[in-house]
């Protein structure tokens, strides 16, 4: 009984080559990963019961939510990895809203190691409708890369998730890889 050899074209110089190529593809593809600092989604309340109605815990949640869901798309995409920005808190925090802060975003991003620096903003018209923003600025030139905006009706707060998702399938994703 011969023993075979799983891919007896693979032989010598061949086999090299090929082990070669592999490793050269491994490389490449993790050079195209570039690094992301997904910033919490932040709230806007531009509307009439701003000043009477406080932001809740709800509106903190679905935050939250719609930030995850922002990550986790990027995350399946398999070419960004995601950089906490827990480590800038203070200096996060010190710039107040990065939705207003003129592009800090970019060097905060930049500072953790980012490439790209993502920043959402849900901006409360009224208990049932809302806009989005979704934006990612290169983190060294601060200059936009990708950016989803939607205006969304009848879905009060419970629904910035959904509204995130919408953006990041129809617009930013395939803005970031340039389709």
Not at 134 to 148: E, M, Q, S, W
Not at 160 to 167: D, F, V, Y
Request: charged share 20%.
């Amino acid at each position: 009984m011969t023993q075979r050899t799983p891919l007896p074209f693979l032989t010598g110089s061949l086999l090299v080559g090929v082990l070669l190529m592999a490793g050269l593809s491994a490389a490449v593809a993790a050079e195209s990963t570039r690094n992301i600092v997904v910033f919490n989604f932040e709230m806007m309340d531009s509307s009439a019961g701003a000043g009477i109605i406080p932001r809740d815990d709800r509106d903190k949640q679905y935050l939250a939510e719609s930030t995850q869901v922002a990550k986790d798309y990027l995350a399946k995409a398999g070419s960004y990895r995601i950089v906490d920005a827990a480590a800038a808190a203070a200096e996060i925090a010190k710039a107040g809203e990065l939705r207003s802060c003129y592009g800090c975003e970019a060097g905060i991003a930049s500072k953790l190691g980012g490439q790209l620096a993502m920043t959402g903003v849900v901006n409360r018209i009224s208990r049932t409708e809302y806009e989005m923003l979704i934006k990612v600025v290169d983190a060294n030139t601060g200059a936009p890369v990708a950016v989803g905006y939607t205006g969304l009706r009848m879905g009060a707060n419970y629904s910035w998730p959904r509204g995130t998702k919408w953006l990041m399938e129809r617009g930013v994703l395939a803005n970031l890889s340039g389709k």
